[in-house]
């Protein structure tokens, strides 16, 4: 487990939800992956992705799917691609993302507390 950290310090982290509106390969990644783009709503508007997710999810299967991403992150470039958030997952038993999503429907922007 990692240190302590203080309510302040997670409150600095800002996690949003958003629905993804648009998924392509990504071959020009080292590790295989996704290129994201998710809609956070009218005050963040849509923010591009890279997420290596290519062992449970096909980019056509994750358009309309909201996730979780932390949005306050310096943006990358991976690959010559701009990722701007980072989509939020945990491993399964072999190491694969599982993306983390509410369980209902939630309007896109929310921030998660």
């Not at 508007?45 to 997420?51: D, T």
């Not at 299967?61 to 996730?67: A, E, S, T, W």
């Amino acid at each position: 487990m990692a240190g302590q950290i203080t309510t302040e310090d997670f409150e600095r982290v800002e996690i949003r939800v958003g629905t993804v509106v648009d998924a392509q390969p990504f071959p020009e990644a080292r590790k295989p992956a996704v290129k994201l783009w998710v809609d956070f709503g009218a005050a963040l508007g849509v923010r591009r992705s890279s997420a290596q997710l290519t062992t449970h999810y096909t980019p056509d299967r994750l358009i309309g799917r909201q996730v979780l991403a932390v949005v306050n992150f310096p943006p990358r470039r991976i690959a010559g691609f701009e990722s701007e958030v980072l989509v939020l997952g945990v491993p399964d038993e072999n190491g694969a993302v599982v993306l983390i999503r509410p369980d209902f429907k939630v309007p896109d922007g929310g921030r998660l507390f």
